[in-house]
């Protein structure tokens, strides 16, 4: 599977940003689906993740009740709605597909998107 990331940017503290992956393929419905991120001078940090058929999602504990990860299978896209953006979620955004299990949290992926820049001013 192929994936593409965007709708990063740059927004003030408090401010809203939806973040879109569309995937390539045939089969996106058989991938648990995830968003991890990257901040200047840190290491890989999942933030996001959501099962096969959507109902069971799993969040980083500081951007819980803040962000929202969703998919639509037949669009093959996940999504991750982010809102009250601190200066601390700035980080590079990489959307991830896992083939394997029902793991829903980690950094360990099969197949990664290029990135997204997200940038939150205070």
């Known amino acids: 599977v192929q994936l593409q990331a965007f709708g990063g940017g740059t927004v003030q503290a408090g401010g809203s940003l939806r973040l879109s992956c569309a995937a390539s393929g045939r089969t996106f419905s058989s991938y648990i689906m995830g968003w991890i991120r990257q901040a200047p001078g840190k290491e890989r940090e999942f933030v996001a993740a959501i099962s096969r058929s959507g109902g069971g999602t799993a969040y980083l504990d500081s951007v819980k009740g803040r962000f929202t990860i969703s998919r639509d299978n037949a669009k093959k896209t996940v999504y991750l709605q982010m809102n009250n953006l601190k200066p601390e979620d700035t980080a590079v955004y990489y959307c991830?597909?896992?083939?394997?299990?029902?793991?829903?949290?980690?950094?360990?992926?099969?197949?990664w998107g290029q990135g997204t820049q997200v940038t939150v001013s205070s």
């Open positions: 991830a597909a896992r083939a394997d299990g029902s793991r829903l949290s980690g950094i360990n992926w099969n197949y």
